[in-house]
């Protein structure tokens, strides 16, 4: 039987562990380094790639997919048109926030898996009550 | 460790572990192939840090490592430096072009 999943990440989680500037870099640091059963988004993934296309080049950005690849008892939840229906709620329901996909499928799985922790950086992913570890 | 440069026609850009022995000082003796190009980088780099090729590869092979008694997945810790304290806060001006 699998573990159950403790903690939801978020990109900002990810970028915060890879990038040593970042002012929360020791916390994921120490987390990251004996991780729970962790879930995060295939939005999540494409995010993250996408910020070290922008920030960086191709080779970080894969080198972030290998990272990806590498952390283990990380499950992925993939973003098909079922997921886009009970994400496309979560972003009516907070219409008054600049909530991006990623973010909102986040609370969506959140909410699904009941978890009761999220690493994140970005309130947004707060916005249904689940505690940000920062 | 020695280290000497690679015989001509070896395969270019790689390096090839071709034996190891172990010793009695808790060091592996392994001899690598190199091609002439990254030989000669390697020792001038070396020079210039005072320290052997030998050292350097040694320098090289640790920073490639995790840290010892961490999962692979922690040599990415920290692999970036961006400058930014609020990096992980602003994904979305990256990525999307807003600012939240």
Redesign the interface.
């Known amino acids: 039987m699998a573990k159950k999943i403790e903690c939801y990440v978020d990109t900002s989680a990810f970028i915060a562990f890879l990038d040593r500037s970042d002012s929360f870099h020791a916390l994921f640091r120490r987390l990251f380094s004996a991780p729970p059963p962790l879930s995060t988004s295939s939005l999540v993934v494409a995010e993250g790639h996408g910020w070290f296309l922008r920030r960086y080049d191709r080779n970080r950005a894969i080198q972030f997919l290998t990272f990806i690849d590498a952390l283990p008892g990380l499950t992925i939840r993939g973003f098909d048109a079922s997921e886009l229906a009970k994400t496309g709620r979560i972003v009516k329901k907070f219409a008054d926030q600049n909530l991006t996909l990623a973010d909102a499928h986040g609370i969506a799985v959140m909410r699904e898996l009941r978890i009761g922790c999220c690493w994140s950086t970005d309130r947004h992913l707060g916005l249904d009550g689940v505690p940000l570890v920062i | 460790m020695s280290v000497a440069p690679g015989p001509r026609g070896a395969a270019n850009g790689a390096a090839r572990m071709l034996s190891f022995t172990p010793d009695g000082d808790n060091m592996i003796r392994t001899q690598v192939s190199l091609d002439e190009h990254e030989y000669a980088v390697a020792k001038t780099e070396a020079r210039s840090l005072g320290i052997s090729v030998a050292e350097f590869v040694r320098r090289a092979v640790r920073e490639a490592l995790p840290p010892r008694g961490?999962?692979?997945?922690?040599k990415?810790?920290?692999?970036?430096?961006?400058?930014?304290?609020?990096?992980?806060?602003s994904?979305?001006e990256?990525?999307?072009g807003?600012k939240?």
């Open positions: 961490e999962g692979p997945w922690m990415f810790a920290g692999f970036v430096e961006t400058g930014n304290p609020r990096s992980s806060q994904i979305d990256i990525v999307y807003q939240d």
